[in-house]
């Protein structure tokens, strides 16, 4: 069984949010793609490629939704 911190849950969360993304479940997908933003930096770092597509992804739903001074600094 995995932890909840493990690198595993962060990627399945990261999934999860994606597909809730696009079905416009916009406020249940944001916090998904925040927690494995959260993981994966814990577990490798702020410069890691998965912390970079995370941070992507979120970017880019607060895109969809206009939120571009949200998704800005991301």
Sequence with gaps: MLGSNHPDVATTL???AG???AQGKYD???PLF????EIWEKVHGPNHPHVAAGLNNLAGLLDEQ???DEAKPL
């Design 66 to 68: 206009g939120k571009y």
């Design 19 to 21: 597909l809730l993304q």
């Design 34 to 37: 925040e927690r494995a933003i």
């Design 14 to 16: 990261n999934d999860l």
């Design 28 to 30: 249940e997908a944001k």
